[in-house]
């Protein structure tokens, strides 16, 4: 089995890459991290994404 | 980033995990595809599209939407003819880059990690439980998340709100609340906590579309707990949505309309005719919980949803794995962002060892140096933003009008301007065209600017080289009836940027260093944790506290809804405090006085009492704020008068005390006494869920205790509802009042009585209880004068107001100060901590780096002009501008890391003296003269 192996000190994985785990990826990177982002659909976002505006701002979520 | 990847395996120990991945194929090679498109024109084959919540269809070979990360088409194989029925493979030859590949395998990865954040967020509520509303059978009943995506401009109606029926617009609509929460037929007994703020948000949306829609919204409680969010619904009703008090027993179809059946709280049965029904369903916990746990081993609670405790919110029940968003129990954004900042900082403080052993540092390439007399090259990307845009301004017209512009040697459109692949064109054609300006006709600098400065700076550019047309709020927004002025608009912005461009200058970027401490202000349960979290990451702190000693409001506490025992956890939290090496605590204290910035603030501290009353001077680089807030006392219902009349916190250490008769025979109490617009215009939070916890451990007591509860709207939100079904069960009858028919109380001899309106009866009722208890509200402790020393802005309630409400709920406008607990807005203990330790991850960014780099837009004095008067200084709203002797003349200068660039000094200097980096008085002249220079357009 050729397996890959990722190997890294100081590294943290982050399971669902919605708004929450972008969030803490981020966060984590600034602190001095590595992240891998584990994402079950095809790319991250979550459910923000198909949001149309978001309170109280009106902002467009993406 | 492992997109398209399953989770099937977690090995170790918290320090040294190993995780299984397995990566599905894309079926597309992720670094040869340009996200073109072209697949998809040529796909034959049609797919339901689940990110438009199957209300459009696409294709197998898509891409969700333009804007996703990665932006890399895929192919979902439970639908493509090639990967079900080895045919077609059309796409194969179409793609030009020969990015598709069949052949491709699923691979399997294994991960050594030190920490895991679980954030899979959550499920929706099976369509079974909706049926009985019609869903399913009538086209026109939708969910909210159908509804969302129906409103959106880019998604498949273009933001038009149709009956899908008949195609007609629909002229009564109806929100049902509670749909698959707090409803145990369906085994998911919690509120949502989120389902009410978005119906509200919803219906406002639609409002703005067609102001004649006829909305209603159907609720048992509106629960917009969350801060300033009863606001939203005051602003609602102002334009007409109406809010009905009832539950929806059926939806069924009536001729070409929907009939609502539903019962009022008098016991009425009624009926109403609607074209389009929207369902606020509730939040579930995600499909792959009982998956997830059984990998991880962590516990799930009664409702699958992750098991956590209230003094640790995010820690699941493995070591070494936290939680973060809605898998922790429903939530909405804000508070899912704080968490997850939350859990970054518990994941960084497990690993502070080997923190900063995996990073790389982002590369760019050598800034290409632009000099004064260069020839200017400018290049003009003009974004459709979908058709956000483009629906209103003729984009095409708008660029070819730039092209014809002075200096411009390049311009085109962008369909999406922020995709991935829009990215790389800017990049080319700057390469291709040695472009040395760009300016970029799209949307908000203030979201877009610096991914666009990004951009500059991969291809070699200084990023202030860029100058940004916003022609979607400002021409497609707002003149959207007027598409022809719209378009006319946009060109006089576009012209006014390319006049700015041809003088703008590359800007250095600057950093400064910074004092690895923090200052924390207040030692409540928010400042102990902040500063505690600090110390696991490494970090010295100076706990300041303006008492006699530490522990705050939690010294007031005796047990929580979830029956902790607060007082053995603040005496933990208080021993770890005082026995920390990194966290210096003074008492009696105050901030007397703070001067520099982000990274460099040196504060004068006063501590002590009397004579023994000290002041120092402290450096550090961060402030986190938690100066807190107290129980409201409303000069109402006799509080303070009768003996009868307690609050619930006095209540609650009645209870906690010994006394036989502590838990009285009857009890009426009373919410809101003091919030939602009596003494203080919010809702606090935290009240229902105090009323409820003193109710349960009343009946524990005493189960014979009569309990009256007058209320406006339960907010038990999230898993506190089960606690409300309990007392409920338990006989506690809850009334609801008019905020125009509040209850009153007298005093009569001994006795006091309760006068109110019974809704469900119908008729007054007079009350004469042992006891009264009021729930008070919350108010911020004195915020004014740190408001005032620190440059902060506070919300008309007297909360600090955070930077971003949502997507940065900790930071304040002022870099390097961050918030968190009473003094941000009412919360309970839980979500407290959490924010706690999410304040410490955002101080601790700065301390990590040790440096912060200071945006080059600031202002600068050109010390020839400044003839020393000081005006500047006296302006400054940042404490940014000093004078210095310079040569024996006073001289005014910036402090770039505190100045804020917001231009106060530059517009008021007599002598010109003082210029703001990439806006100087030359280019904003330049800008006003090309708005006069109207020409042919």
Known sequence: ?62 | MLTNADFLALEGTAGNFTATINLRPRYIDADACTACGLCTQYCPKHHVDPYNEGLAITRPIHIDYAQAVPATYYIDPSSCLFLQHETCQICVPVCQSHAINFKQQPEERKLNIGAVILSPGFGKIDPKTLAKFSYGKHPDVVTSFEYERMTTASGPFMGEVKCFSDGRHPKRMAFIQCVGSRDIGCNNGYCSSVCCMYAIKEALVTKEHDPEVDITIYYMDIRTQGKDFDAARERAEAIGVKFVRAKVADVTPWENHLQLTYATLDGQHKFEPFDLVVLSVGLESPKDAQKIADITKIDLNKYDFCATDSFNPLQTSQQGIVVAGAFQGPKDIPESVTQSSAAASLAAASLKAVRGKGVEMKIYPEEQVVAADDEVRIGVFVCHCGINISSVVDCAAVANYAGDMKNVTFYTENLYSCSQDAQEVIKKKIKEHKLNRVVIAACSPRTHEPLFQETLRDAGLNRNLFEMVNIRDQCSWVHAGEPELATIKSKDLVRMAVAKARLIQPLPEQTVPVTAKALVIGAGVAGMTAALNLAEQGFDSVLIEKGDGIGGNLQNLHYTLAGDAVQSHLKTLVDKVKQSKKVDVLCNAELVQTAGFIGNFASVIASGKGKARVEQTVDHGVIIVATGGREHRPDKYLLGKSKKVVTQQELEKQLAGKAKTRAPGSIVMIQCAGSRGDDLNYCSKVCCNHALKNILKVKEINPDSQIVVLYRDMRTYGFAEDAYLEARKMGVVFIPYEVDLKPEVTEKGAKVQVRFFDSIMQEEVTMSPDLVALSVGIVPDDTDTLSKLLKLPVTANKFFLEAHVKLRPVELSVSGVYVCGLAHGPKPVDETIVQAQAAAAKAAIPLVKGYVKVDPIVSSVEQDKCIGCGLCVSLCPYGAIVMQKVDGKRKAETISASCKACGICAAHCPTFAISMGGFTNEQINSQIEAFGATGDR
């Open chain 1, 1 to 62: 089995m050729g397996k890959a192996m990722n190997h890294r000190e100081g590294s943290v994985m982050i399971l669902g890459g919605g708004i929450a785990g972008i969030q803490a990826a981020l966060d984590l990177t600034e602190l001095g991290f590595y992240v891998y982002l584990v994402e079950k659909s095809p790319a991250v976002g979550g459910v923000m994404a198909q949001l149309d505006k978001t309170f109280p701002t009106n902002d467009c979520s993406l």
